[in-house]
């Protein structure tokens, strides 16, 4: 008889802590990001090939609709990774669960791994917010570490430089640079503007 015989372990109790726990940062990224639930261990999406949609044409009635080509998009099937770390419960520890001396000795020894449970969790948290970072901000994903390699390029145009250094407060002009990136946005986007643009405090 193990730790996970214990209530506070089995997977309905322990699975429902990890799933609901709200940490005590927020994730910007994540916040703004698309979520899509996978049941299977692969997925597929589509990826655009072209700027713009083709435009309609005018018919008359009872006139069927022109097809188009797929060539604008193709549609790719990736396997999904996973994102784990943890810890060893060792032998002393696990005698305080068993055998505890006393109620509050067990108690102190649950609070101890739901407590190093919280640092796992936001340690993969972490991790999801650094790729996407790197997807946002750098337009392609690279991770090369415990004999995993990454190396996922998104094709995003190249960011738009400021004409003048916006700390030159007498001649820089951050509204219109601002206006500039926004405009090179729609022209890679077929005319949509932006939903959200994240400036710095300093900024």
Known sequence: MGILSLDQFK??????????RILPKKYLLDAL?????????TFDYDVFTQTYAPSASITG???GAPLRDKQGFKTLTQEVAKIQHGVRIDEREQLKFMNPRVQAERER????VYDQTDRLIEGVKDT??????QATYN?????NSNNIQINVSFGLTAAVAAATAWTN?????PLDDIRAAIQ?????????????IDLSSSV
């Not at 999801?128 to 970072?133: D, F, H, N, T, Y």
């Open 11 to 20: 997977q309905p109790v322990f699975l429902g802590y990890v799933e609901n």
């Open 33 to 41: 990001s698309d979520h899509d639930k996978v049941y299977d261990l």
């Open 61 to 63: 009635w009872n006139a």
């Open 109 to 112: 020894a649950i609070q101890k």
């Open 128 to 133: 999801e917010e650094w790729l996407r970072a």
């Open 139 to 143: 337009g392609a994903i690279v991770y």
């Open 169 to 173: 407060r007498s001649t820089s002009n």
């Open 184 to 196: 090179a946005y729609k022209n890679a986007n077929a005319g949509q503007a932006p939903v959200y």
